[in-house]
């Protein structure tokens, strides 16, 4: 009981500041094994995912995209075939072995350590800015959605791809035992529980699809649409600045 009591709140429990630490910290631990476990807890789908997410970005050849929240550089792949080689792609994270494992990837993306609340790269400077499985894991979502309209150029397109609850009561009530115990027991066959309780937790915690709509609208996005994955379980925005 004193032990419980004493114990350090786990990542998802905690907001602002000591979010933004646990989870960098959190990231930084899980490296290693990020790209095997996320193969395998999508069955390889999150590629599909990701080239369908920047299909909606209409990018043409030439054009410069930018990735915040990029981790092991997995969307360097759709944005660089979508922007050719004459186009140019940054990754952006504030994890530093996360970065060191996107350098490794044959993308030819640009990489810079930074946060995506206060993003390093220059305003209205890109056609579209691409976040995966990141918006979930900043602790100030406001801040970031306004960076992202900042740096784009008017015109310009954000996607995000993130987990999200299904719709069906009875498909949520299966993700919740599939999210809340295999997820966390593949993660243990690496030594990290922890880290995988966070994912069925923090979705948990996300806001709804609706709710990242809104935001994404107050934000100053238009044309705001989503589509579910997975049997709701992933769930893409676009819009538009
Ligand atoms: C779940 S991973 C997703 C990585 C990658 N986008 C992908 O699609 O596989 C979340 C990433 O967001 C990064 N991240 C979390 N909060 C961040 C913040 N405030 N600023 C920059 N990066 C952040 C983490 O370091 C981690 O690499």
């Not at 990701?50 to 990735?67: C, N, P, S």
């Not at 705001?224 to 676009?238: K, L, S």
């Amino acid at each position: 009981m004193l032990m419980a009591e004493n114990a350090a709140p786990r990542p998802w429990e905690v907001d602002g500041e000591e979010k933004r630490r646990r989870v960098r910290r959190m990231f930084a631990d899980i490296s290693p094994t990020y790209d095997l476990l996320n193969s395998a807890m999508s069955l390889r789908l999150h590629h599909r995912w990701r080239t369908d997410a920047v299909e909606g970005l209409r990018l043409l050849a030439g054009d410069v995209g930018a990735d915040l929240c990029c981790g092991t550089g997995d969307f360097g792949r759709p944005l660089r075939d979508a922007v050719s080689p004459s186009g140019r792609i940054v990754g952006v994270d504030f994890c530093m072995p996360m970065l060191q494992i996107a350098l490794k990837k044959p993308y030819a993306m640009g990489l810079s350590l930074g946060d995506a609340g206060a993003v390093p790269l220059r305003s209205s400077s890109f056609d579209a800015v691409t976040v995966g499985w990141g918006l979930r894991n900043v602790p100030d979502m406001g801040a970031a959605l306004s960076e992202i309209v900042r740096i784009l150029k008017p015109g310009g397109r954000f996607v995000c791809v993130d987990m999200a609850r299904p719709k069906s009561a009875l498909l949520r009530g299966l993700s919740h035992f599939v999210f809340n115990m295999a997820v966390p027991a593949m993660g243990s066959l690496f030594g990290k529980r922890e880290a995988y309780t966070y994912l069925p937790k923090s979705t948990d915690r996300f806001t709804t699809r609706e709710g990242l709509a809104e935001a994404m609208r107050g934000a100053g996005l238009k044309n705001v649409r989503y589509e579910d994955r997975f049997f709701g379980n992933i769930c893409t925005h676009w819009g538009e600045k």
